[in-house]
Structures are given as structure tokens and as C-alpha cells.
């Protein structure tokens, strides 16, 4: 056990003007604590076998096809953030069987090519030109009221991108996680190359990690503030421990041993605050 960082809230304004976010979940930003009812295996959702539906987001940074194949398979709803739309667009060379449900952002990123095909393919354009939030988190924003209005069986919403490139813009991509955390109740992943990222609400959560692409290494990291945090299954667990910038983070961390041919046991994380859970992904081998 390794290493240690944070993040802070911000406010979106639709085309009436009005702070869209701060109106509808910034009011009480009250976080509700997460239900140990089940057992949440992250990467299940990359596995061609899986069952589940979720919404996804595509963010403007280069796509992995293999990724995107499995998860469009299972989405029910589908989007863009702005210049994602370009990636999109090049990567399955303009087939009609990637058509976003909608592109929204304030659309300094995507082409006026890209613009022109997917308006022209009856995709909806909703321009969100706030800039005290990104096109991810407007985006997210959008897909959760999609969610609700059309009255979608989801299981979590699963974001492709935001890990890579610029170091201000991956935080900007956590900071969103924070964000989700007082619109929905879902799990929200973003997963780009070998890495996933998932943001625990406060509570006790299960994590199944027997997908067999799971990869060696494991984190938590209290990006929000000071996490009181005790886990399980790990090689270097946390006894209600403090995890803190500064003092204690958990990176470079793994799953305990277990025998050749048994299954890992599942990872128990109780946090008092929202804790950031990473996780590598061994590739091609879905």
C-alpha cells in the first residue's frame, strides 16, 4: 500500500438560461449512502456474455473498437459529449449501426462534418454552452433525465474515454463522479484502455472481481477529502483507517491470494465518504 488526492463541486445553463444543475440536484446536495443489496462486478460490462443495459457516454479521446462493440450492444440509450461524436464517427467509418440517441456540449470540438452526418441521420444536436461544467457532466446530466422520462431499465451508465491525455482533464473527468453522485443512483464507470474508475458513495460496498480480465493492481483513492475506510480482500487492507492526501492513499494495491484455480473473493470497501475505486483491465482476453 502506496501512494495518495481531490476534487470540489461546481454549476449548467440549458438554452433557457436557467443553472440546470444547480436547480434540479445542487439545491441540498445531499449524497445518499449506498445499499449493500448486491454484489457489483465492474467489469462484467465488458464481457460479450453479459446481460446488462446501461447508458453510454462517449467522451472526445480515441475509442477502443472492442470496447465499443460490446458496450453499444448493450446500451439502451446512447451518447455523445461533444468531440467524442468525431471519434465515433471516423472509428466505425460511418455506419448507420452507431447512431447516438443525441450529441450534446457546446459543440467547439465536433467537426462540421461530423455535425452535418449525424444531424442528417436524425441524431438530436442539443447545444449546452454553460461553461462551468463540461461537456461530460452536461452530458451525464442529459442522459439521467433520458433515463427517467423514457422510463428505461438501466443497470449503470457506462462512460467510454476520460482517463488518458491531459492531467487536468482526467480530473475534470473525476470531478463528475462527484457530481453523478447527487443525480443518480447508478453506478456510473469510466473505463478507457486498461483502467476503470468508479466512484463509491459513502456505505459499504461489494465488488465481485472474477471476470478473469481483471488485471493485477487495485486503488482507492480519496480524491473528495479524508475517507474513513475499511476493506477486505485486498493484499494491503484498510483496518478503519484514514485515507488522506498527504498522509495515506491505497495504490499499487491487489487482490488477496487465493489457491491456483480458486475464485478471488469478492473486495468489501466501507468508506464514511465518497472513495474513488480503480482497477486495471487485462486486454484482448474478453
Not at 88 to 98: A, E, G, Q
Not at 166 to 175: G, K, P, V
Not at 181 to 205: C, D, E, F, N, W
Not at 214 to 224: A, K, R, S, T, Y
Request: charged share 20%; aromatic share 8%; proline share 5%.
Amino acid at each position: 500500500m502506496r501512494d495518495i488526492w481531490n476534487t470540489r463541486h461546481t454549476a449548467i445553463s440549458m438554452p433557457g438560461g436557467e443553472s440546470w444543475i444547480k436547480k434540479k440536484y445542487f439545491i441540498s446536495q445531499r449524497v445518499a449512502p449506498a445499499v449493500m443489496d448486491e454484489e457489483l462486478s465492474p467489469l462484467e460490462y465488458l464481457l460479450p456474455s453479459g446481460k446488462q443495459r446501461i447508458g453510454l457516454i462517449i467522451l472526445n479521446q480515441p475509442l477502443d473498437k472492442d470496447y465499443l462493440d460490446i458496450l453499444w450492444s448493450k446500451a439502451v440509450v446512447t451518447a455523445c459529449a461533444d468531440g467524442g461524436a468525431n471519434h465515433l464517427y471516423h472509428i466505425t467509418r460511418k455506419s448507420d449501426s452507431f447512431r447516438p440517441d443525441y450529441i450534446s456540449g457546446d459543440f467547439d470540438s465536433i467537426t462540421a462534418e461530423v455535425r452535418a452526418f449525424y444531424a442528417d441521420k436524425g441524431c438530436r444536436l442539443i447545444e449546452t454552452s454553460d461553461q462551468d461544467f463540461t461537456d461530460y457532466t452536461k452530458c451525464l446530466l442529459i442522459m439521467v433525465e433520458e433515463i427517467q422520462q423514457r422510463n428505461l431499465q438501466v443497470d449503470a451508465i457506462v462512460t467510454l474515454g476520460g482517463l488518458a491525455g491531459r492531467l487536468d482533464q482526467i480530473m475534470a473527468t473525476l470531478e463528475t463522479l462527484h457530481h453523478a453522485l447527487s443525480m443518480t443512483q447508478l453506478p456510473l464507470l469510466v473505463i478507457q484502455g486498461t483502467s476503470l474508475a468508479y466512484l463509491l458513495r459513502p456505505g459499504k460496498h461489494a465488488l465481485g472481481v472474477n471476470t478473469g480480465i481483471e488485471g493485477d493492481w487495485c486503488g482507492l483513492i480519496p480524491v473528495g477529502g479524508p475517507c474513513q475506510t475499511t476493506t477486505t480482500g485486498l493484499r494491503w487492507n484498510l483496518d478503519n483507517q484514514v485515507l488522506q492526501f498527504g498522509k495515506l492513499v491505497s495504490t499499487s494495491n491487489t487482490y488477496e491470494s487465493v489457491s491456483p484455480g480458486q475464485p478471488r473473493k469478492r473486495i468489501t470497501v466501507t468508506t464514511d465518504q465518497p472513495l474513488l475505486w480503480s482497477m486495471g483491465i487485462l486486454k484482448g482476453l474478453q
